[in-house]
């Protein structure tokens, strides 16, 4: 059965720090671009960061850029992002994805073949 499972959400201060995961089963994350989008409450779904399985090459988000890392880890066919410094604007259900569009494409356009089932982040003091 083809999956992927996130990870890594809950609750943090302002300013604090939590690393998401994205595990996929049944198939080879290597051989997609990964993303992650996140959606909030009364909000259209958006792009966050996207990884390309070619060069590992990124894009991210304006709201995000400095504070937010994707990354792959071949050997454990996950995918993470890093986010740093937090704020309360990043309070969503976090999602990933995957899909053979290339990165900036596909999390400009939200697109994905397979999607998670999503993790809440809640950012506030």
């Known amino acids: 059965q083809l999956q992927l499972v996130e990870s890594g959400g809950g609750l943090v201060q302002p300013g604090g720090s939590l690393r998401l995961s994205c595990a996929a089963s049944?198939?080879?994350?290597?051989?997609?671009?990964i993303g992650w989008f996140r959606q909030a409450p009364g909000k259209e779904r958006e792009g966050v960061s996207c990884?390309?399985?070619?060069?590992?090459?990124?894009y991210y988000a304006e709201s995000v850029k400095g504070r937010f890392t994707i990354s792959r880890d071949g050997a454990k066919n996950t995918v993470y992002l890093q986010m740093s410094s937090l704020k309360p604007e990043d309070t969503a259900v976090y999602y990933c994805?995957?899909?053979?569009?290339?990165?900036?494409?596909?999390?400009?356009?939200?697109?994905?073949?397979?999607w998670g089932q999503g993790t809440q982040v809640t950012v506030s003091s």
């Open positions: 990884i390309n399985s070619s060069d590992s090459s990124t």
């Open positions: 049944g198939f080879n994350l290597d051989y997609y671009a």
């Open positions: 994805a995957a899909d053979v569009a290339q990165a900036q494409s596909m999390c400009v356009t939200v697109v994905g073949f397979y």
